[in-house]
């Protein structure tokens, strides 16, 4: 077994008096790609929150690179080598492009390298460079999903966090970006834990993934095992 980059164990937050997740526990492999199922409000967003510190889980320990990374502040675990690329996309609207892009790797000094990274993802994503100068707020919502995945990538992070890119995109362009995040994943080494409710999609693209019902994992698997489970055939590929 290869050792995990992340783990979770018994996790729970709350918003208030809301219970969002109710004792998640996970595991994340280095270099593998593992994805969170489930349908609308069951709990995946808040599952990243709580990795990436934005929201502190009110009890359970997350372990990242063998430390705990609960509580602490998000750019602290940012510079730990953990980034996320958040839902609805939410770059910066009155920003170029190309400093999007730079907002991303704020947390780095090495500028020459900084650029070649801009290079890179401009080669992953053509049209980045294409719109380089253009403000992001000017982009499609396709295209700022690219963007958005580019700029979390830019702190050269070990584990990149991706909360449903494909939401408000088309199947075509949603297979696209899906292709690319899995050659992103091979080439540069980049694990990845992604948070989908295009289910089908998800777990032809990962290698493993769990499925979370009301804040709890009901099942987990290797991705294509899963695919082939009736339960999820059912409620989650609309398949009978
Ligand atoms: P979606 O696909 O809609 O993003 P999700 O699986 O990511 O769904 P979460 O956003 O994590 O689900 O929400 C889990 C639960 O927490 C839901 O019941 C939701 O209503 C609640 N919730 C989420 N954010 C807040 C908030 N800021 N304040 C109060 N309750 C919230």
Request: net charge neutral; glycine share 8%.
């Amino acid at each position: 077994m290869t050792e995990p980059i992340l783990t979770l164990a018994n996790v729970e937050a709350a918003y208030g008096a809301v219970k969002a997740i109710r004792g998640v526990s996970l595991s994340v492999p280095k270099g593998s790609i593992v994805t969170v199922l489930g349908a609308n409000g069951a709990g995946k967003t808040t599952i990243l929150k709580t990795i990436s510190g934005i929201l502190d889980p009110q009890k359970g320990s997350i372990l990242f690179k063998g430390e705990h990374i609960e509580r602490r502040d998000p750019a602290d675990i940012v510079r730990r080598g953990l980034s996320q690329a958040p839902e609805g996309r939410e770059v910066f609207p009155l920003l170029s492009v190309r400093n999007n892009l730079l907002m991303g790797a704020y947390t780095r000094s090495d500028r020459d390298e900084v650029a070649r990274d801009i290079e890179r993802m401009e080669r992953y994503f053509p049209i980045l460079k294409e719109r380089s100068e253009q403000d992001a707020g000017l982009l499609s919502g396709g295209q700022q999903q690219m963007l958005s995945i580019s700029r979390a990538l830019m702190s050269r992070p070990d584990l990149l966090l991706l909360d449903e890119p494909s939401l408000g995109l088309s199947p075509k362009l949603t297979q696209e970006i899906f292709a690319i995040v899995k050659r992103i994943n091979r080439e540069e080494g980049v694990t990845i834990l992604l948070v989908e409710q295009n289910a089908a999609l998800a777990l032809a693209t990962a290698d493993y993934g769990y499925i979370l019902e009301l804040g709890r994992i009901v099942m987990e698997d290797r991705a294509a095992v899963l695919a082939e489970k009736d339960d999820v055939k059912e409620f989650y590929l609309g398949q009978k």
